[in-house]
């Protein structure tokens, strides 16, 4: 991708268990997102967390941002079948978005 | 948030032809962008498109196959050229909102 790598590529979960995706980006950034994809449908954008936050909360997503080793992490608690998605990051630069390769999550009910 | 009307929302198109998308935002913006996510992949950056300028191309774009039209701060189109079955594609708009960029529909481009 433009920008970087997300981990794992596909998740299969138990409805109920938690879920977390990585990304890690190759530029400096001023914020970064996450957006929900569902079956190729439009983008979703769930949760934006700027460069000098580490952690925030909305809802049932967790996100955190390691700018020293840019990186971030999605945690999804609880989840549901209506979580799958794929889900990616993306990151500005210089009001450019540049999106990592996505992670597919299927939650089993 | 802005709103983006995108279409056409699908087509089917005979390799060697152009199909022109276009793009048009409820608000004057600044910056409009051109995204292209080809099956089972991310969205890819193609080009910023800014109102009287030439649009900016990622590497890997260039504006003989993807011209791109801003004629005004609502509007733009984005051409795909001379097409070939490698360019089936979603392509989709976005423009910046509030730090978060919004997303028109897409459009999804068969080329047979």
Redesign the interface.
Known sequence: ??QGEEDPQALSIQEGENATMNCSYKTSI??L?WYRQNS????V?LI?IRSNEREKHSGRLRVTLDTSKKSSSLLITASRAADTASY?C?T?NF????????TKLNVKP | SAVISQKPSRDICQRGTSLTIQCQVDSQVT?M?W?R?QPG?????IA?ANQGSEATY?SGFVIDKFPISRPNLTFSTLTVSNMSPEDSS?Y?C?V?DY????????T?LTVV
């Not at chain 1, 190729?40 to 983008?43: A, E, F, S, Y």
């Not at chain 2, 730090?99 to 897409?106: D, E, L, V």
């Open positions: 991708s433009q001023n914020n997102q190729g449908r439009g983008l954008h934006l990616f993306a500005d009001n450019k978005f540049y999106f990592g390769s996505g | 910056m962008f995204y996510q992949q991310s969205l890819t950056l910023t990622e979603i989709l976005s910046e730090a978060s960029p919004t997303f028109g529909s897409g999804r």
